[in-house]
């Protein structure tokens, strides 16, 4: 077994106060980390009643990310204050996105965990196939993950459900942001999901033989980053 004093834990959570809590009761000496999901939905709902759903909000989101990432979440909260709001909702986004900043802006270490990534690459392919086999039903429904090595140099997980499926069209544009097939969809899981396996040296893919036949998605890395 590990020795105690060498093990090192990371907690990712949503933001919600009693999940910090009960974890920090748990694990007191635990690294909480800021669900990289969660964050950028924020930044996506000011973008989008800022700047509608334009080429201006995607670049102000992904370098709004990425100045989060280098840990220059001063720096980002300073913008939001600087923003000018064009109507009630956009203030009512770019205070809510403040203020979620600020409370957890000691949560934001993301350059120091790239494995944390992955966690939230993986967690967002989970919940898909998890609401695609809701909105299928299938009399058995299942979802796997599959660990392989294509190689010495990469290794690949792969995600796989039997829910609703994939469009054929669909699939060149299923990591584009702002492209949803929910109902309550906002576009931007898979293409931060994309985004991220990029960052980290490898890539995100997604194969379905078309509605009502399941999907999988496969995401591959290289071994040393």
């Known amino acids: 077994m590990i020795p105690e004093d060498q093990v090192r834990l990371c907690v990712v959570g949503d933001g919600a106060s009693w999940i910090w809590k009960y974890i920090h009761s748990l694990f007191p000496q635990a690294r909480q980390v800021l669900d ?5 939905e924020y930044l996506h709902k000011v973008a989008k009643v800022h700047d509608g759903a334009s080429v201006q909000a995607l670049q102000w989101v992904e370098a709004t990310l990425t100045r ?3 840990g220059h979440v001063v720096a980002v909260l300073g913008g939001l204050r600087r923003m000018q709001a064009h109507s009630e909702a956009a203030a009512k986004a770019i205070n809510n996105c403040w203020a979620y900043l600020d409370e957890h802006r000691h949560r934001t270490s993301y350059r120091q965990l790239r494995k944390h990534k992955v966690l939230q690459i993986l967690v967002n392919l989970i919940s898909n ?6 909105m299928a039903h299938p009399l058995q429904p299942w979802l796997t993950l599959r660990l392989v090595q294509p190689s010495a140099a990469c290794v690949a997980v792969e995600v796989s459900d039997n829910g609703v499926g994939i469009e054929r069209e669909h699939l060149t544009r299923i990591f584009a942001y702002g492209f949803t097939t929910k109902p309550d969809g906002h576009g931007f899981g898979l293409h931060s999901s994309a985004l991220a396996a990029k960052e980290l040296g490898g890539t995100l893919t997604a194969s379905s033989e078309g509605p009502g036949c399941g999907a999988t998605f496969r995401l591959e890395l290289p071994l040393r980053t």
């Open 36 to 40: 990289y999901y969660h964050c950028a």
């Open 68 to 70: 989060l990432y280098l």
């Open 129 to 134: 196939a998890k609401h695609a086999l809701i």
